[in-house]
């Protein structure tokens, strides 16, 4: 059974930084794209930057320089590096990963349990 299993959240005050990891186990032949998404208290779930296979990476505009997301593919493990955060970061962030269980098969979405980010003075 594939798992995505996040840790790094907490709470930091403004201008201040925090790493979110997600590692993916259990049995499966690929891991396509992996990405973190938030969610904000009475908004939607919103991508905030991806990583594709071949390392190519996308952020949302309003964490433009502020983030960046990494990964090491021996460790089926992405990060998200987040600096100079700001109270409007405060939600929780889901990892994501498309995932292929076997050769013949397409990829499917897996998602994290998430982890609560709060920046808060």
């Known amino acids: 059974q594939v798992q995505l299993v996040e840790s790094g959240g907490g709470l930091v005050q403004p201008g201040g930084s925090l790493r979110l990891s997600c590692a993916a186990s259990?049995?499966?032949?690929?891991?396509?794209?992996m990405g973190w998404y938030r969610q904000a208290p009475g908004k939607e779930r919103e991508l905030v930057a991806e990583i594709t296979t071949g390392g190519t990476t996308k952020y949302v505009d309003s964490v433009k320089g502020r983030f960046t997301i990494s990964k090491n593919n021996a460790k089926n493990t992405v990060y998200l590096q987040m600096n100079s955060l700001k109270p409007e970061d405060t939600a929780v962030y889901y990892c994501n990963a498309v995932i292929r269980v076997r050769r013949t098969t397409p990829g499917i979405d897996y998602w994290g349990q998430g982890t609560q980010v709060t920046v808060s003075s």
């Open positions: 259990g049995s499966f032949f690929s891991i396509n794209a």
